[in-house]
């Protein structure tokens, strides 16, 4: 309450020059500042700004759908990009055009960095982790994070980490949940499953979340809220209020310094039992991630900590919010679900579970598809550090933000087709008739599907996502059915902060398959 009392008193002090630019609006602007709906075909049109206080009503009134809506704008905009005015003159420019993508993600990487803007809403959370930073700091932390993504380690994961995870956690938990037919937040098993596997992998750790009394960890809900927070600093119209919440530690800025000294607890605990468990050894069989950090001579508790932070995040959200659509879209789709089944009952037989998982050619198109639709990151921004024009023609002035939608991208129908709204693994598939007859699968260039980032810092773990999203689809759609447990007609919601997820969580029945 007094977090909303303090916002509209700084709010009140602004209402005087609000108010002598509002009275003075036409009145047939009204509805462009206040669309009623996210069907009003205003919100699909770019927002009229006006002085000093920019669009600020357009976007207050779409926070709740601001990915949607933004989406909305740009593919109706000329050359898939428009630029949206933020209070006191800040812009921000929006473009699902790959070009453009190419432009500020390969191109002209030097002059589209994090910046300020973003490094300083973030730092709480991330400090100077891999996913905030940029020059050296970057490039150390990529350099050895790279060695994580070898055939070597990928296989290790699949095999050991993720098909453990899978046979004595999850499978358990799901049989269980048939056998009483209770319903279960499949999206809240997920992000449990993702956070073993990345603690496993990458840090040598097991929190053992996923355990079949489901334990309410402090860290998962301190995690979340961390997470959300800094999603609500990044889109704030006033970033000054956020700030001065912070100085004066009150309201969500509060709430969000305890959820962030939860999580550094957990992480620093974790580098903590690394650096006790690397004096005792003097060589290490398995050389984990968090390992090769500690050994690299960089002994900075607080650096480290970033680094468990980020990767956690990473390893975590994303995967899991991939997954959660998944399998909301498949059973929505029998058909490619009867394809996938089809396939993993092919792939039985081979050699190993690497090898299995590694050729699920059509199931690793349906994800792709899936992500297509549902992207884990469906905007990303960019700050120019130079003035620039990108090839469209449009001017970004030193510290304009620069933003990509992969939400957009893969709603474009120029791209995807007119069908662009119908989940068809086809799209990334052909038909090799003159040689084995299977399906080979056809990617689309990264600048075109950003899902993963493109460009010098293109996801290191794109390759270990999917491996571990094919095992879980395998493991789970070859024993259960999936079956969402809502009202007739019902959705889930898409929201997002630094990652997407479904608001409310992703109600399930789980049912055992008749073979």
């Known amino acids: 309450m007094f977090d909303f009392q303090f916002s509209a008193s700084l709010f009140l002090c602004l209402l005087p020059l609000l108010c002598f630019f509002f009275f003075n609006l036409k009145k047939s602007s009204l509805s462009i500042l206040f669309p009623s709906s996210s069907s009003d075909s205003n919100s699909?049109?770019?927002?009229?700004?006006?002085?000093?206080?920019g669009s600020y009503f357009t976007i207050?009134?779409?926070?709740?759908?601001r990915v949607q809506w933004t989406s909305d704008v740009v593919l109706t905009a000329p050359?898939?990009?428009?630029?949206?005015?933020?209070?006191?003159?800040?812009?921000?420019?929006?473009?699902?055009?790959?070009?453009?993508?190419?432009?500020?993600?390969?191109?002209?990487?030097?002059?589209y960095q994090k910046g300020e803007f973003t490094r300083n809403s973030l730092f709480d959370f991330l400090g100077d982790g891999i996913f905030n930073v940029s020059g050296d700091k970057w490039k150390f932390q990529r350099q050895l994070s790279s060695h994580e993504f070898n055939t070597k380690s990928l296989k290790k994961f699949v095999e050991t980490v993720v098909d453990t995870e899978l046979s004595d956690r999850l499978i358990p938990i799901l049989a269980d949940s048939a056998v009483n037919k209770?319903?279960?937040?499949?999206?809240?098993?997920?992000?449990?499953?993702?956070?073993?596997?990345?603690?496993?992998?990458?840090?040598?750790?097991?929190?053992?979340?996923?355990?079949?009394?489901?334990?309410?960890?402090k860290f998962a809900v301190a995690f979340d809220d961390a997470t959300r927070f800094s999603g609500e600093r990044l889109n704030s119209p006033f970033p000054v209020i956020w700030k001065l919440k912070k100085l004066l530690n009150i309201g969500s800025e509060k709430q969000f310094r305890t959820a962030m000294d939860t999580v550094h607890r957990f992480a620093k605990e974790i580098v903590k039992q690394k650096k006790e468990?690397?004096?005792?050894?003097?060589?290490?069989?398995?050389?984990?991630?968090?390992?090769?950090?500690?050994?690299?001579?960089?002994?900075?508790?607080?650096?480290?900590?970033?680094?468990?932070?980020?990767?956690?995040?990473?390893?975590?959200?994303?995967?899991?919010?991939?997954?959660?659509?998944?399998?909301?879209?498949?059973?929505?789709?029998?058909?490619?679900?009867?394809?996938?089944?089809?396939?993993?009952?092919?792939k039985t037989s081979e050699s190993s579970i690497y090898d299995e998982v590694k050729d699920m050619i059509y199931t690793h198109a349906s994800l792709c598809e899936s992500m297509?639709?549902?992207?884990?990151?469906?905007?990303?921004?960019?700050?120019?550090?130079?003035?620039?024009?990108?090839?469209?023609?449009?001017?970004?002035?030193?510290?304009?933000?620069?933003?990509?939608?992969?939400?957009?991208?893969?709603?474009?129908?120029?791209?995807?087709?007119?069908?662009?709204?119908?989940?068809?693994?086809?799209?990334?598939?052909?038909?090799?008739?003159?040689?084995?007859?299977?399906?080979?699968f056809v990617a689309r260039d990264a600048y075109t599907y950003p899902v993963f980032q493109a460009g010098p810092r293109i996801c290191l773990g794109r390759e270990m996502a999917f491996l571990q999203m094919k095992r879980?689809?395998?493991?789970?759609?070859?024993?259960?059915?999936?079956?969402?447990?809502?009202?007739?007609?019902?959705?889930?919601?898409?929201?997002?902060?630094?990652?997407?997820?479904?608001?409310?969580?992703?109600?399930?029945?789980?049912?055992?398959?008749?073979?």
């Open 44 to 53: 699909s049109k770019i927002p009229t700004s006006y002085p000093f206080i």
């Open 60 to 65: 207050s009134a779409n926070n709740h759908r």
């Open 79 to 111: 050359n898939l990009t428009f630029t949206l005015h933020r209070p006191f003159g800040n812009r921000q420019i929006f473009t699902a055009n790959p070009s453009i993508v190419q432009h500020i993600l390969k191109t002209n990487f030097q002059i």
């Open 182 to 217: 209770t319903v279960i937040d499949f999206q809240d098993i997920l992000q449990r499953f993702a956070f073993d596997n990345i603690c496993a992998i990458a840090f040598g750790y097991d929190p053992a979340y996923l355990l079949p009394s489901l334990p309410q960890a």
């Open 277 to 346: 468990e690397l004096k005792e050894k003097s060589t290490i069989d398995s050389v984990d991630l968090l390992s090769r950090f500690l050994n690299s001579g960089h002994s900075d508790e607080d650096f480290v900590t970033d680094i468990v932070i980020s990767f956690i995040l990473a390893g975590r959200d994303t995967t899991s919010s991939a997954l959660t659509w998944f399998f909301w879209i498949l059973s929505k789709n029998p058909e490619v679900e009867k394809q996938i089944l089809n396939e993993i009952s092919e």
């Open 372 to 440: 297509r639709l549902y992207p884990p990151v469906p905007v990303d921004s960019k700050e120019a550090v130079a003035n620039d024009v990108l090839p469209d023609g449009t001017r970004v002035k030193k510290g304009n933000r620069v933003t990509y939608h992969p939400y957009a991208m893969g709603r474009v129908k120029e791209v995807w087709g007119s069908d662009w709204a119908e989940f068809r693994p086809q799209r990334w598939l052909e038909w090799d008739s003159a040689g084995a007859g299977n399906w080979n």
């Open 472 to 515: 879980v689809v395998a493991g789970v759609l070859r024993r259960f059915r999936v079956i969402p447990a809502m009202e007739e007609g019902e959705e889930p919601v898409f929201v997002s902060f630094l990652t997407s997820r479904m608001r409310d969580g992703f109600p399930v029945k789980i049912e055992e398959r008749v073979h």
